[in-house]
């Protein structure tokens, strides 16, 4: 992976509200978070709650976005996360994760002391 991410799982979405607060309550801001569930309704009702970042077509790029449309819930996460510049070997393990319930938390650009917020 070439982008500086830090990826933090969580069991639950108060869990997660709780970090991206903490983060933000700790100076980072939160164009560099990415919030994850498998759930389509839940990954966007944290978004919303959170006003963490939507992988939107900046991030995907016109193609990918489109093609989104007609993939299952598990490649359009796996294809967002190697958009964040994951590898697909990260991408297949980070989704598996998801398919058993977890939230992730992606963090971008992150300082030497995100451990403390997390």
């Given at each position: 992976m070439d982008t500086k991410c830090k990826v933090q799982e969580y069991e639950n979405t108060v869990q997660?509200?709780?970090a991206v607060n903490n983060l933000q309550n700790a100076g980072y801001t939160r164009d560099n978070m990415y919030?994850?569930?498998?759930?389509?309704?839940?990954?966007?009702?944290?978004?919303?709650?959170?006003?963490?970042q939507n992988m939107g077509v900046s991030e995907k790029g016109v193609m990918d976005t489109v093609a989104n449309m007609f993939?299952?819930?598990g490649d359009e996460l796996r294809n967002?996360?190697?958009?964040?510049?994951?590898?697909?070997?990260?991408?297949?393990r980070y989704e598996a994760r998801l398919d058993q319930g977890k939230v992730l938390l992606v963090v971008k650009d992150y300082r030497d002391d995100l451990e403390r917020y997390l």
């Open positions: 997660a509200y709780q919030l994850f569930a498998h759930d389509k309704d839940i990954s966007k009702d944290l978004t919303d709650r959170t006003d963490t993939k299952s819930r967002e996360f190697k958009n964040l510049g994951f590898t697909q070997a990260e991408a297949d």
